[in-house]
């Protein structure tokens, strides 16, 4: 099983390449965006030594899928996926903030609330609440969107129109779309036994128009609980099965990593990597509902430029 770490394509057309900590975004004739999903991940900020077999596939397809049946709520950049890692479409002006959207009290939320603070990003937060408690409706609690190395940062709709990183009318449709595509992946979770804890999106413009951008609902954006034992869980107190890539965190924390300075990345060995493989897989087949297949790895980088190339012509 072999994965990709790093790209060096040179696609007809090519103007320009951006490296993300997962993605590599190649500009077209600064018209389009092929978006590689490679299979490198991150955690805590930093990007680990070994890439995760067959990973950039599955978000890929995850993402490509939920795309797919979003597009009645919002445009969305997606215009093919030529190949099972890749993505192809609209090149989009980004709004330099992320949406995030929660609809439980859990990760960063929780440890806020836990040190006696009771308002995210402006939004208020009722008194008595439980980790992992359900909130009354979804809050959106934006973040700035980070350069490489550095931390994304709270922001409160407020400081955003205040800072001109939207209109009010363009930070209304962000509402608007935020909250829909959020109902919708709810409800697409209950019917495969999980909860939409929490995800974020991306929005862009593109002649005028405002388009979501990026991934979505994948395992890498998103929080997912098991809807199954949920209830018994929250009223014990117990942790909750979850369905993300926390237990990637988990591992590194249980192994005195959590990307501060000076510590040491813990050693990726085969067996940790393929079970990250095979619990990505299981999360995968879980949200989508369907039986993963996995395609040849014996030369990912040909056959992605191959499957591109002839897509762009």
Not at 53 to 60: A, D, E, S, T, V
Not at 185 to 210: C, P, Q
């Amino acid at each position: 099983m072999k994965a990709l770490t790093k790209t060096d394509f040179n696609f007809p057309g090519q103007k320009s390449v951006y490296h993300g900590k997962v993605r590599d975004v190649y500009n077209i004739n600064g018209e389009k965006l092929v978006m590689v999903a490679t299979d490198r991940i991150s955690a805590f900020d930093v990007v680990l030594p070994k890439g995760i077999p067959f990973k950039g596939q599955m978000l890929n397809q995850i993402a490509a899928k939920f795309l797919d049946v979003t597009t009645d709520i919002c445009p969305n950049w997606k215009m093919a996926t030529p190949d099972p890692m890749v993505t192809v479409g609209v090149m989009c002006e980004g709004f330099p903030i992320e949406m995030i959207v929660r609809g439980y009290l859990c990760g960063s939320a929780w440890r806020t609330y836990k040190s006696g603070i009771r308002e995210i990003c402006g939004v208020k937060l009722p008194d008595g609440m439980k980790e992992n408690q359900k909130f009354p409706e979804p809050i959106i609690t934006p973040t700035t969107k980070a350069e490489i190395g550095e931390h994304d940062a709270d922001i409160s709709k407020e400081e955003i129109l205040a800072k001109g990183l939207a209109t009010p009318e363009e930070y209304a449709v962000l509402e608007q779309y935020t909250m829909g595509l959020f109902l919708r992946g709810t409800e697409i979770a209950a019917e495969r036994g999980l909860i939409l804890v929490d995800t974020k999106y991306e929005f862009g413009k593109h002649n005028g128009t405002i388009y979501l951008m990026d991934e979505i609902h994948t395992p890498d954006s998103s929080r997912y609980f098991y809807s199954e034992g949920y209830e018994a869980r929250f009223t014990k107190g117990e942790a909750q099965k979850q369905l993300s890539k926390e237990f990637v965190r988990e591992w590194l924390m249980d192994n005195g990593f959590q990307g501060k300075d000076g510590q040491q990345v813990p050693e990726m060995t085969e067996e940790i990597v393929t079970s990250i493989s095979e619990r990505y897989i299981e999360l995968y087949e879980h949200i989508t509902g369907e039986k993963f297949i996995k395609e040849d790895t014996s030369s990912i980088a040909e056959r992605i430029e191959k499957n591109v190339t002839n897509y762009l012509k």
